[in-house]
């Protein structure tokens, strides 16, 4: 792992959106150290490996997006989460952001967008 790299922890049940995540943030600041594809092992993860930020899908099966950032945010109040939406989920995005996530992206992903957001979450 990199020294002084935000430290990623990515959540989305698609194998493909995962592998484009990895591949826009070669190069930055930017580095996802784990990969998850639900909610439930986000949350075994997110204890484990204590991330800089999550980047955490809103539709997934079993456990949605929403419901693992509440998870989160009542194990770590100061979480940073970052929810990923595709284009049909506006409210859920605006539920999210409610609950505490910090900010939101669109899939697909735009990577100078993906990369914005995440340097403003991040204050970088």
């Known amino acids: 792992m990199s020294e002084g790299k935000v430290r990623i922890l990515a959540v989305d049940d698609s194998l493909v959106t995962l592998k484009i995540l990895k591949k826009n943030l070669k190069d930055t600041d930017f580095e996802v150290i784990q990969e998850v594809t639900s909610g439930v092992e986000a949350l075994a993860k997110y204890d484990e490996i204590k991330p800089d930020l999550v980047l955490l899908d809103i539709i997934m099966p079993e456990m949605d997006g929403i419901q693992t950032l509440e998870k989160i945010m009542a194990k770590d109040s100061k979480a ?21 996530a910090k900010n939101f992206v669109m899939k697909p992903y735009e990577r100078n967008t993906l990369i914005e957001v995440l340097k403003k979450v991040c204050e970088i």
């Open 80 to 100: 940073k989460v970052i929810m990923v939406s595709s284009m049909g989920a506006k409210e859920k995005v605006m539920e999210s952001l409610e609950k505490g």
